[in-house]
């Protein structure tokens, strides 16, 4: 019997807890040379970097002291200086993308001080942030220009589904801390916004293409260029085929992939205050995994099977804005999207509709108002199997909201107040109200305190409310079998969470910055497993009794944590980034709970201390060389044992990029170079065995023309 599954079913017949999030989810080498640049990443420090053209500006031509002024949207919905932010915001521009050799979106996140990420197979990542890491970690909003990719069945994002090309990602802003006033429920613990460039900066051909050991091959073919006088266009074509990594055992894991993507943007310049952007893509693909499967009623537990599933889908999306003065604009947005998952598990088809509308406007001369109004619906269609089933197979739901946010400048450049609340209603729970209170201090241009109180929740998902999973039979005591089975539970509630944080930022001359946060989060009803009902079933044969658990909100606790990033431009040629977080969790069941279970997975399953370096060198004008490491601390609690543990590791990636032309480029990445393999998650919880990630080394061109 496979060790997940031995893990599952133990647990369950010892003490009736099962902590499942789907079938599918919960689950010093030292502090290296990570402290070496003393205070930490390259963090809000970059986005001033990046030009609006497909090669970005050279980071180490830029003045440290202008970061202040870069402007961000995904902390209150407009445009917004980083002196006036008041939150922890990281933003990975188009040039860190070039220059990180990194080819997911996933890895590109590894920068970002605070955020835990964990490759579980070849096409699987466990990501969150400030702790709750899990396959689908239900506490972080994931939008690509301003589409929600949460996906309501499992309550997380499907990461192998989001392969954008990444020439044609204008920034990522990555929000550390609650963003519920603004986006939602599920906006707990962190949003990450995708932008991508404007078609008219992507004018003309470019061709990606390049292999390697793990990355067998990929490639990327597009083209831009004008429609007309007032609109722009880009078309673009993307595969990618990756091979199998390691199971714990060192045999193949079985879980290589490969996926083909299409997709186009529009922009128009409709009038002189109107604008309209289009966008779309469809992508189909085929991916293997290792799933845990219950055979039969009888089995004593799961067993590992190597499947195929494939996946498909698309989207559809229109951005009209209109500038009413340069006081007031206005934009409204609405999506359709659409994807399949043909898991042998659990098949499943799911239809989203949005619309959002915003609008903002300068009230006198000290105030700031952003208002909006949005609508969600979904539905969907999961089949099941024996070993993991919803009840009902399909079901719709609906979303409406509203929010209104002041900003108030008690002192204009000096001192602000931002205000506002969420209202929102699902069909789970009814009414939610999400307020937050914000404050920025910035003594002088350089320098830029600020602190908020927040509100956030997480709604209840599918999987909360509607999932069955037969988990393995008990031992035979002479009468019938027993079969144990997690239900979900219909009257889930959400869970809550209240935030204090508190951050500091400063550019010191030209080539020093720093970035620093730190938090306390107070969460309530947060999830647990507890013991429910017993009954007897006469199909499917042999007949048997029923031992059941289900969802309750039963667990409280508290985390707390410091993040640190900073900037170093060492020599006009010479550029280093480095960042460091501190997180620590504690939660406690309330007396009623019998899960003694779920809180040690919560707080073992984050890392203590992570922490990155990296090092960007122009060694001639055409010849730059990159390097970046990222140190993470171990987890224990990630086995059958609680002195188990995923040993710490520390990953090294490095590429060098020669470009003879300006318009070509050859580069040679190679990535985990200091160690063969490693093991980065167990998801000891979920449907699929764990991998082990290798050493791996892949050429890329790239001709733009």
Known sequence: MSQAGETVSTRARSQKIVPVRGLKSLRYTRLLVLTLVS??????????????????????????????????????????????????????????????GATTIPDLLRMVPGVDVAQINGSTWAISARGFNAQYSNKLLVMIDGRIVYTP????????????????IERIEVIRGPGGTIWGANAVNGVISIFTKKAGDTRGGLIEAGAGTTEQGFATVQYGG????????????????????????????????????????????????????????????????????????????????????????????????????????????????????????????????????????????????????????TTDTINGSFTVSFNPPSRSLQVFNAFVQDEIALIPSRLYLTAGTKLE??????????????????????????????????????SDTNLVVNIGEMPDQGGPPILDRFLGNPAFKNENLLAYEMGYRTAIAERFSIDLASYFNHYDDVQTTEPSASFFESTPLPAHEVESVTYQNLMHGETHGVEIAGNFRVTDRWTVSAGYA????????????????????????????????????????????????????????????????????????????????????????????????????????????????????????????
């Open 39 to 100: 205070t930490g990443g390259a963090a809000w420090g970059q986005a001033q970097q990046s030009e609006p053209t497909s090669q970005g500006r050279d980071l180490t031509q830029v003045s440290i002291e202008n970061l202040m002024n870069m402007e961000v949207t995904s902390v209150s919905k407009k445009d917004q200086k980083m002196s006036q932010v008041a939150g922890a915001i990281f933003v990975i521009t188009q040039e860190d993308i070039r220059r990180s």
């Open 153 to 168: 069945t499992f309550a997380g994002v499907y990461w192998d589904a989001l392969d954008l090309p990444l020439n044609d």
């Open 226 to 377: 004008k429609l007309s006088k007032s609109t722009d266009y880009r078309v673009y074509t993307k595969y990618f085929n990756r091979e199998h990594i390691l199971d714990l055992t060192g045999q193949s894991g079985a879980d290589g992939w490969h996926m083909l993507r299409t997709g186009f943007r529009t922009d128009s310049v409709l009038s002189s205050k109107d604008t309209l952007t289009t966008e779309g893509n469809l992508y189909a693909g085929r991916e293997g995994e290792l799933e845990f499967v219950l055979p039969s009623v009888t089995s004593m537990g799961f067993v590992a099977v190597p499947e195929q599933i494939n996946l498909g889908g698309g989207s559809l999306q229109s951005t009209w804005n209109h500038v009413y003065s340069v006081r007031t604009d206005s934009s409204l947005q609405a999506s359709f999207s659409r994807y399949t998952r043909d898991d042998p598990l659990e098949p499943e088809t799911r239809d989203t509709l949005d619309v959002d509308y915003q609008y903002h406007t300068a009230w006198g001369n000290r105030q700031d108002i952003v208002w909006g109004l949005g609508y969600h619906y």
């Open 425 to 462: 209603h699902n069909d789970y729970t009814g009414f939610e109200v999400i307020p937050s209170v914000r404050m920025t201090w910035a003594p002088s241009d350089r320098h830029m305190f600020w602190s908020a109180v927040s509100r956030a929740v997480r709604a209840p998902s599918r």
């Open 582 to 705: 501190l997180e620590q969790l504690h939660m406690h069941t309330d007396t009623i709970s019998a899960d003694r279970v779920t809180p040690l997975f919560i707080e073992k399953g984050t890392p203590r201390h992570s922490a990155q370096l990296r090092s960007h060198t122009n060694l001639r004008r055409d010849l730059t060389w990159d390097a970046s490491a990222y140190f993470v601390d171990r987890l224990s609690n990630q086995g059958p044992s609680t002195q188990e543990v995923i040993p710490a590791y520390t990953r090294l990636d490095t590429g060098v990029t020669w470009r003879p032309r300006e318009r070509f480029s050859l580069s040679l990445v190679g990535q985990n170079l200091l160690k063969d393999h490693h093991v980065e998650f167990q998801d000891v919880f979920g449907s699929m065995q764990s991998g082990q990630i290798k050493r791996s080394a892949y050429v890329k061109f790239v001709w733009q023309f």
